[in-house]
Structure formats: structure tokens, C-alpha cells
């Protein structure tokens, strides 16, 4: 059984316009959000993240918004631009104990000049 | 060289072999991951290192055996393994063992077993 879930394996945008990807999860203890970007034949990298104290975080062009009580989050890219185009992975995290991220199956995300 | 380093890249592999996956980070990091991503399934963390010490298993079968002889390097020995244990096998590292710390992931190792 999933706790993150990706519904969306795929997405294609045009450059310029925005991209949104989607997140939902199942357990309402998860009280920290992150998202991770993978580049074909390179690992992951971190990417933005939010803390369930707040409803949305920008950096750049990036912005996460959290809606706890529909247990969704989402990743803003404006405007997206081609170099964006990789697999973005959204994990989540309980603030007890150690690191122990789960995460989403991923959303591969396609932007076309 | 920065950041964390895995070889090989490319591993092919029969059921009967011995081989180990390497791991290095050069970020001063306390603590070491090893995930594996199947295809079209969540990265799954296998074996959490912290200072050396293991803190986590996850009921990973008894065909994977890690090691970590000092905080930067982390080896995954392989034995028996099955067409199944085809996968993604990436190494992290963060900070501390600790919730909301960004993990650095190497580049991978892509293990086929044949």
C-alpha cells in the first residue's frame, strides 16, 4: 500500500507555460515534504520542501503548496523551461525518530521549446 | 572529486555471482543510505548507516549484505541474487541521521541479473 502516491507517470508542457505536479498521500502524521529531481543516469536531487506548518514555499521559478486537509501537495514550475524536463519524485517524512523519507513512484515531466 | 560517488554504474550479473557495490562521499556526512528503485515502484530504502553503525534494515533479504567501514564509504555485497533484484541501486547520504535532512544521492548502479 502507497503512502505517496503519483497518480500522474507523465506530463508534457510547453516552455513558458506552467507545469503542476501533482502528490497526494495517505498518513496525516507526515509532517514534512519534499521534492526531488532526477536527470536521466544521475541520482535524485532535492529540489524544495515544506514543512505541514505552511501552506506553500517558493523558490524561483518553484513553489510547493501543502493542503493537509486534503492530504495533497502540489509543485509549481513558472515558467517551465526545457532543462526542467526530468522524472520529479515527491517524498514525505515523519519528524520522529530517523530519516526515513517515502516516497512517490515519480512524474516525468516533458517540456518542449 | 564532490558529492557521492557509485561504481560501477553498470552491473550484469549471474544468480550465482559475487560482486559489491561501492559507494563514497566526500560531503563529511555522518550518514549513508542504500535505496534501490525497481521499475514503476517507489525508491525503497534498504539499510540506513549512522557513524558507521547500522540503524535500520528493512527486512531486506539476507543476499544483500552491507558494509560501512568508515562514515564516507558504504558497500553493498551481492551473492545469489535473483532476476528480481534487477534494479536501480542508488546511494545517499545526509547530515545526521535525521528527519528533514536533504538527502545527496549518487548517480546509481544499474544491476541486471541474468
Known amino acids: 500500500d502507497q503512502q505517496v502516491k503519483q497518480n500522474s507517470p507523465s506530463l508534457s508542457v510547453q516552455e513558458g507555460r506552467i507545469s503542476i505536479l501533482n502528490c497526494d498521500y495517505t498518513?496525516?502524521?507526515?509532517?514534512?515534504f519534499l521534492w526531488y529531481k532526477k536527470y536521466p543516469a544521475e541520482g535524485p536531487t532535492f529540489l524544495i520542501s515544506i514543512s505541514s506548518i505552511k501552506d506553500k514555499n517558493e523558490d524561483g521559478r518553484f513553489t510547493v503548496f501543502l493542503n493537509k486537509s486534503a492530504k495533497h501537495l502540489s509543485l509549481h514550475i513558472v515558467p517551465s523551461q526545457p532543462g526542467d524536463s526530468a522524472v520529479y519524485f515527491c517524498?514525505?517524512?515523519?519528524?520522529?525518530?530517523?530519516?526515513?523519507?517515502?516516497f512517490g513512484t515519480g512524474t516525468r515531466l516533458l517540456v518542449s521549446p | 572529486e564532490t558529492g557521492v560517488t557509485q561504481t560501477p554504474r553498470h552491473l550484469v550479473m549471474g544468480m550465482t555471482n559475487k560482486k559489491s557495490l561501492k559507494c563514497e562521499q566526500h560531503l563529511g556526512h555522518n550518514a549513508m543510505y542504500w535505496y534501490k528503485q525497481s521499475a514503476k515502484k517507489p525508491l525503497e530504502l534498504m539499510f540506513v548507516y549512522s557513524l558507521e553503525e547500522r540503524v535500520e534494515n528493512n527486512s531486506v533479504p539476507s543476499r544483500f549484505s552491507p558494509e560501512c567501514p568508515n562514515s564516507s564509504h558504504l558497500f553493498l555485497h551481492l551473492h545469489t541474487l535473483q532476476p528480481e533484484d534487477s534494479a536501480l541501486y542508488l546511494c545517499?547520504?545526509?547530515?545526521?541521521?535525521?528527519?528533514?535532512?536533504?538527502?545527496?544521492f549518487g548517480s546509481g548502479t544499474q544491476l541486471s541479473v541474468l
Open positions: 517524498a514525505a517524512s515523519l519528524n520522529t525518530g530517523f530519516q526515513k523519507l517515502v
Open positions: 498518513n496525516s502524521m507526515f509532517d514534512y
Open positions: 545517499a547520504s545526509s547530515p545526521e541521521v535525521a528527519t528533514n535532512e536533504k538527502l545527496f
